[in-house]
């Protein structure tokens, strides 16, 4: 069986429905913190889930009218063995790195960047007031891929593929693909799915999921019911592990946003220091030490 969901076209396509749904293991509630040079944000998916939500390595959701909580951004530091998408839902961004790229990084525009064997970046706000709000989540690497070469692509809002359901449901394919529809990115190791959802007021969404995928919801507007479970604003939602569930059916409340995102574990050794994440306490040894003899491709300026 198949429902009919409508593409930004108005076309049909074909969405397989959800036969058994995966229910909603535990809820988070992220940590306060800051990064950078003093960006306020939470901390969602923190370093004690990585091995439970593998490949994702951390997901960092920022959002403030203050112009104090973010204005000094992120000056250069370095990357090593992973990838970071950066997803912004308001407010304006400058990215430059040591491999030699820019970007500038805006209202509902995503930022995708392959740190490989090693860059050093800067993402500095482009705006003096007003709100910066986005995500930014960490992509773990396979082991043959951590040192290939880095890779950035900027994707703005009007490049995102985007369909809408017969029951009023916006979403942004950030990866993988939805109802037929193929995200921005794709990857063979990983696999991952990245859904922007909104939801009008008793909306119902249904996603295939691959059992042998881990995946989460983070809900960061409104109200979100998962089978029994209400998932409400700023708790992220891990779904549980269930070889035959195929799918996930969220049902709305008042109007709500969420991210669903889902990928294929790699089952290697995670081994982070700060900005490094590697397979091997040696690697991370050998990483700080390019960094600090400038082998990771100098400073982005």
């Known amino acids: 069986m198949t429902r009919s969901d409508l593409s930004p076209s108005g076309q049909p396509t074909a969405q397989p429905e959800v036969r058994r749904a995966r229910s909603v293991e535990r809820l988070v509630r992220g940590q306060a913190t800051s990064d950078g040079a003093g960006v306020r944000l939470t901390r969602v998916l923190t370093q004690d889930l990585q091995r439970r939500l593998d490949p994702f390595l951390m997901l960092d959701a920022f959002g403030s009218d203050n112009p104090g909580d ?12 992973f990838e970071t998408i950066t997803y912004m839902i ?10 030699g790229h820019e970007g500038l990084l805006q209202n509902g525009g995503m930022q995708w960047m392959t740190a490989g064997r090693g860059v050093v970046h800067s993402e500095i706000p482009q705006q003096e007031s007003g709100v910066m709000e986005g995500f930014q989540l960490w992509l773990n690497l396979p082991a043959h891929d951590k040192m290939r070469d880095p890779w950035y692509r900027d994707v703005q809002a009007a490049d995102i593929p985007r369909l809408r359901t017969e029951q009023g449901v916006e979403v942004a394919v950030l990866a993988g ?5 193929a995200g921005a990115v794709t990857r063979q190791a990983t696999e991952p799915l990245y859904l922007d ?10 996603q295939p999921l691959d059992p042998a995928h881990n995946a989460f919801v983070y809900v960061y507007r409104g109200e979100l ?5 209400v998932v409400p604003a700023q708790r992220m939602a891990i779904l549980a592990n269930e070889a035959e569930a195929d799918g996930v059916v969220l049902q709305a409340g008042p109007q709500s946003r969420a991210l669903l995102i889902s990928g294929r574990p790699l089952r290697e050794p995670i081994v982070q220091y700060g900005p490094f994440v ?3 306490q040696q690697q991370i040894f050998e990483a700080v030490r390019d960094f600090r003899e400038g082998r990771l491709g100098g400073y982005a300026g």
């Open 70 to 81: 973010y204005i000094a951004g992120f000056p250069d530091h370095p990357h090593r063995g």
């Open 90 to 99: 308001a407010g304006r961004m400058l990215h430059r790195d040591s491999a």
């Open 177 to 181: 693909s939805s109802g037929g529809v």
């Open 197 to 206: 959802l909104h939801l009008p007021e008793g909306a119902r969404f249904e």
């Open 225 to 229: 019911r998962i089978g029994g479970q």
């Open 278 to 280: 590697m397979n091997s």
